[in-house]
């Protein structure tokens, strides 16, 4: 069974641009989650989609958004970057999202992003 | 929300040792706590996990153990191996908060042969 996968792998974008990252979650599951990673602030949840909607939603400013389309693929984009978006963007899928009752959530290798 | 503290930030042991990290979790709702293993250009990979109506769980060298009561959650790993240094992330979740996970800091453990 094919694990979560996320395209580009790196990318370089300068201030001011915008980026979508895209993820592609394990075939059956319809929960996708977008972490963000960075040495100073550790692993911070974004939002998570189910089902096309987004279902939760972390801090993060309006630059961040995301969607999910109907064969439960997900993108987020970033719009008018800065330079404190550098990061390892992460996304991880799970059924159903019910993490706490059965679920396992599952993580993909990331997009590392550079902003100069 | 929910808040995660995660110590050591740091663990040096020598091959053969055990390592223990600790994370405490600020919200008596949350009933789930996995740890993840990250290895350099790798997202996290789930090792264990253990949920709030259980208070142990072990898979080979691997074992999690929670204290509901005082809000707390460790992971052990017994003879410790070089392929076991990596940074090792805490987490819990809220059961109404389907698909976040809050996180620790993760701990990095270096393993000298």
């Known amino acids: 069974k094919a694990g979560v996968t996320q395209t580009p792998r790196y990318l370089i974008k300068t201030r001011g641009q915008q980026v979508t990252l895209s993820c592609s979650p394990i075939?059956?599951?319809?929960?996708v989650s977008w972490y963000q990673q960075t040495p100073g602030q550790g692993l911070q949840f974004l939002f998570e989609?189910?089902?096309?909607?987004?279902?939760n939603k972390g801090n993060f400013p309006g630059r961040f958004s995301g969607r999910q389309f109907s064969n439960s693929r997900s993108e987020m984009n970033v719009s008018t970057l800065e330079l404190g978006d550098s990061a390892l963007y992460l996304c991880?899928?799970?059924?159903?999202?019910?993490?706490?009752?059965?679920?396992?959530?599952?993580f993909g290798p990331g997009t590392r992003l550079l902003v100069l | 929300g929910e808040n995660v503290e995660q110590h050591p930030s740091t663990l040096s042991v020598q091959e053969g040792d055990s390592a223990v990290i600790k994370c405490t979790y600020s919200?008596?709702?949350?009933?789930?706590f996995p740890w993840y293993k990250q290895e350099l250009g790798k997202g996290p990979q789930l090792i264990i996990d253990?949920?709030?109506?259980?208070g142990e769980k072990k898979d080979q060298r691997i074992a999690v153990t929670l204290n509901k009561t005082a809000k707390h959650f460790s992971l052990h790993i017994t003879e410790t191996q070089p392929e076991d240094s990596a940074v090792y992330f805490c987490?819990?979740?809220?059961?109404?908060?389907?698909?976040?996970?809050?996180f620790g800091d993760g701990t990095t453990l270096t393993v000298k042969p």
């Open positions: 991880a899928s799970s059924r159903q999202g019910a993490l706490s009752i059965q679920e396992t959530q599952y």
């Open positions: 075939s059956g599951h319809r929960s």
């Open positions: 989609y189910f089902s096309e909607t987004q279902r």
């Open positions: 919200d008596s709702a949350s009933n789930y």
């Open positions: 253990i949920r709030s109506n259980v």
């Open positions: 987490a819990a979740i809220i059961n109404t908060n389907a698909g976040k996970s809050t």
